[in-house]
């Protein structure tokens, strides 16, 4: 049964699977910290591509090119090369992995199947997709947390802005400015929307959002200081 189980490792296609399961697995670990299956399924799948490693005539630079492909995939998590790293990435892979395991072909020895290589490229590549496609969505969220969550959150006014008062927002009594029209009050119970904060200050203008678009514009006129009228000295 052992010789048997060896007997299939020595396989360079089950070699090749295993050595890309272990890298697969380490990357996916890497991506999703925490995430247990994928790295205990890696280090598995490790420790039994080295356990046929030296009775496998591997080419060693095509080994460090394939270990060169896994790192780029990790720095491409973490860099914004916006998926230049992985093609290069897969680009290592289908050159080490030919040299790792076909250097051997002149003297007969088994070779790799190009359709395993194929097919084990095409899974690593929407694998690797897949994670960027999370990490670009990610970065493209709002931000939630910290002072910039806070820009854009609509609060009620509880002590009258003339210009500086008091605001609630998200349950909690924040210190305001009315930076929008400092000489024009604004009453408590209205909604104001917050662009800016400055230490524990919220800087806010008045919140028009419910307001129909026609009545947000007259309200903006009536805002603006009329120009006094032109005599003949004006130039």
């Given at each position: ?6 007997g299939?490792?020595?396989?360079p296609?089950?070699?090749f ?5 272990a890298?697969m ?5 890497v ?13 598995i ?15 060693l630079?095509?080994?460090?090119l394939?270990?060169i ?5 990790m ?8 998926g ?6 897969l680009?290592?892979?289908?050159l080490?992995?030919?040299l790792?395991f ?6 007969g ?8 290589l ?6 690593v ?5 897949l994670v ?17 969550g ?5 609060a ?14 998200l ?5 305001a400015?009315?930076?929008?029209a400092p000489?024009?009050?604004i009453?408590?119970?209205q909604?104001?929307r917050?662009?800016a904060?400055k230490g524990l ?26 120009l ?7 130039t």
């Amino acid at each position: 049964m052992a010789h048997s189980l060896i007997g299939l490792l020595l396989d360079p296609n089950i070699a090749f699977i295993l050595m890309m399961l272990a890298g697969m697995g380490i990357y996916l670990e890497v991506s999703h910290p925490g995430a247990i299956v994928p790295g205990m399924v890696g280090a598995i799948a490790l420790a039994l591509f080295l356990l046929t490693l030296g009775s496998l005539s591997v080419n060693l630079i095509g080994l460090l090119l394939v270990v060169i492909g896994f790192v780029l995939l990790m720095l491409d998590v973490r860099l914004p090369s916006h998926g230049a790293l992985t093609v290069g990435a897969l680009g290592a892979l289908a050159l080490g992995s030919l040299l790792s395991f076909n250097a051997t072909s002149a003297i007969g020895a088994p070779t790799l199947s190009l359709w395993v290589l194929a097919v084990m490229l095409s899974v690593v590549a929407a694998i690797a997709g897949l994670v960027l496609l999370g990490v670009i969505r990610s970065l493209r969220l709002p931000v939630t947390t910290g002072a910039q969550g806070l820009i854009g959150q609509v609060a009620t006014v509880t002590v009258p802005l003339a210009p500086s008062g008091r605001v609630k927002l998200l349950g909690e009594d924040w210190a305001a400015k009315n930076v929008a029209a400092p000489d024009e009050p604004i009453e408590a119970g209205q909604q104001v929307r917050v662009v800016a904060v400055k230490g524990l200050t919220l800087h806010v203008e008045p919140d028009f959002s419910d307001i129909p678009p026609l009545m947000r514009d007259l309200r903006l006129q009536a805002r603006q200081p009329l120009l006094p009228p032109r005599t003949r000295n004006d130039t």
